[in-house]
T-cell receptor, first 110, second 115 residues
Framework: AQSVTQLDSHVSVSEGTPVLLRCNYSSSYSPSLFWYVQHPNKGLQLLLKYTSAATLVKGINGFEAEFKKSETSFHLTKPSAHMSDAAEYFCVVGDYKLSFGAGTTVTVRA | SAVISQKPSRDICQRGTSLTIQCQVDSQVTMMFWYRQQPGQSLTLIATANQGSEATYESGFVIDKFPISRPNLTFSTLTVSNMSPEDSSIYLC????????????FGPGTRLTVT
């Protein structure tokens, strides 16, 4: 069985400062990992994915994530937060049947 | 890629009634899935919609409550039966093409409110 744990339910940052969203995974084999974003009243959008290629994965809108097998982590970062980054972020594991983390709500202060 | 549409986009229903949600994909896909997102919660997989055979349900979901049809490779329906307020959720369908870029695509969701 595969699962993910998002370590922060809510993250608040100031505009222009770095964002870090933490995710640990559990999998009996090499996992496919994803980060999705959901803006209020909007659909899910794929930010980035890890599928056993490069451990540092670059996504859209300046986001990136690093796969660390030794730490079973897949943390999402962005060097400079923008007001438009305020949304719900989900760490996800799976190939075609996906398991979603509980989500992290990001608020950005002006 | 795949473009997915869902109907209706939202609905308000009385308890005890049923609602059928439609999911249409712009290309033929083997794998289609239905997810539920309860208010303020994450997404939970309800079932895999199999073309030409019965859907495969996840633990905690049963066919009598969530019957699913998959008549062809571009269309599926999910029915929420005998609704109660606890069924108020966003229901999303998704597809996995099994081809590069090996991603899952989600529909916009159906926001259901049961009163």
């Amino acid at each position: 069985a595969q699962s993910v744990t998002q370590l922060d339910s809510h993250v608040s940052v100031s505009e222009g400062t770095p964002v870090l969203l933490r995710c640990n995974y559990s999998s009996s084999y090499s996992p496919s990992l994803f980060w999705y974003v959901q803006h209020p009243n909007k659909g899910l959008q794929l930010l980035l994915k890890y599928t056993s290629a490069a451990t540092l994965v670059k996504g859209i809108n300046g986001f990136e994530a690093e796969f660390k097998k030794s730490e079973t982590s897949f943390h999402l970062t962005k060097p400079s937060a923008h007001m438009s980054d305020a949304a719900e972020y989900f760490c996800v594991v799976g190939d075609y049947k996906l398991s979603f983390g509980a989500g992290t709500t990001v608020t950005v202060r002006a | 890629s795949a473009v997915i549409s869902q109907k209706p986009s939202r609905d308000i229903c009385q308890r005890g009634t049923s609602l059928t949600i439609q999911c249409q994909v712009d290309s033929q896909v083997t794998m289609m899935f239905w997810y539920r997102q309860q208010p303020g919660q994450s997404l939970t997989l309800i079932a895999t919609a199999n073309q030409g055979s019965e859907a495969t349900y996840e633990s905690g979901f049963v066919i009598d409550k969530f019957p699913i049809s998959r008549p062809n490779l571009t269309f599926s329906t999910l029915t929420v039966s005998n609704m109660s307020p606890e069924d108020s959720s966003i229901y999303l369908c998704s597809v996995y093409t099994g081809e590069w870029p090996y991603e899952q695509y989600f529909g916009p969701g159906t926001r259901l409110t049961v009163t």
